[in-house]
Nanobody
């Protein structure tokens, strides 16, 4: 299984950005995919999750209204939509596959496969 995250870069505060995560080599039916981020010196934090079938999606409360998640089942790609970006959003953003509906979506340990991350830097 490989997850290829892309779309990161340097943006200004207030800008919008869309990250993509393409999954390949997936031969099983996954439960869903999520996005996390990790800033220097901080723990990895959950951002959003979406099931691969059905209509369930969740966004961390503190990020609702600015972040959203969607998917393209045909391309096996999940997207993270980010609006009104702030300097504190600067981090490496990771996507991950959650194969089974165990634990909670915000728990990084509930995900079996991880992408390499893409850097998002928001300047003030």
């Amino acid at each position: 299984v490989q997850l290829q995250a892309s779309g990161g870069g340097l943006v200004q505060a207030g800008d919008s950005l869309r990250l993509s995560c393409a999954a390949s080599g997936v031969t099983f039916t996954m439960y869903g995919m999520g996005w996390f981020r990790q800033a220097p010196g901080k723990e990895r934090e959950a951002i959003a999750f979406i099931t691969w079938t059905g209509g369930l999606s969740q966004v961390e409360d503190s990020m609702k209204g600015r972040f959203g998640i969607s998917r393209d089942n045909v391309k096996k790609t999940v997207f993270l939509h980010m609006y009104s970006l702030k300097p504190e959003d600067t981090a490496v953003y990771y996507c991950a596959i959650r194969e089974w509906p165990r634990s909670t979506w915000t728990n990084a340990g509930a995900y079996e496969y991880w992408g390499q991350g893409t850097q998002v830097t928001v300047s003030s």
